[in-house]
Nanobody
Framework: QLQLAESGGGLVLPGGSLRLSCAAS????????IGWFRQAPGKEREGISC???????YYNDFAKGRFTIYRDNNKNTVYLQMDSLKPEDTATYYC?????????????????WGQGSQVIVSS
């Protein structure tokens, strides 16, 4: 059974860092495009980053220079390293698999989604 599980969220001070993990079972993440998304209360879901099987990484403008997506094939896990966090980064973060990094920001091309991990950036 294919499952994605996010972890690593929590409460962090502005300017701090978190690393989110997206672990997969039933699916080899390295074979597919993997995306990270977030949704804040009252707002639409937005794409953060996407990593394709060739390890080309794509970032939404707000993530460039602060967030890094990467994969550990041995652990079948994709990570999102988030630095210089801001209060506006507060949201539930999701990973998704088996999509495409082309037009990834909408998320509509992704077949499988995790349950989400909450990130709160607050002093």
């Amino acid at each position: 059974q294919l499952q994605l599980a996010e972890s690593g969220g929590g409460l962090v001070l502005p300017g701090g860092s978190l690393r989110l993990s997206c672990a997969a079972s039933g699916l080899t993440l390295g074979r597919y495009a993997i995306g990270w998304f977030r949704q804040a209360p009252g707002k639409e879901r937005e794409g953060i980053s996407c990593l394709n099987p060739r390890e080309d990484a794509y970032y939404n403008d707000f993530a460039k220079g602060r967030f890094t997506i990467y994969r550990d094939n041995n652990k079948n896990t994709v990570y999102l390293q988030m630095d210089s966090l801001k209060p506006e980064d507060t949201a539930t973060y999701y990973c998704a698999a088996k999509g495409s990094c082309i037009n990834y920001k909408t998320g509509i091309n992704f077949d499988y989604w995790g349950q989400g991990s909450q990130v709160i950036v607050s002093s």
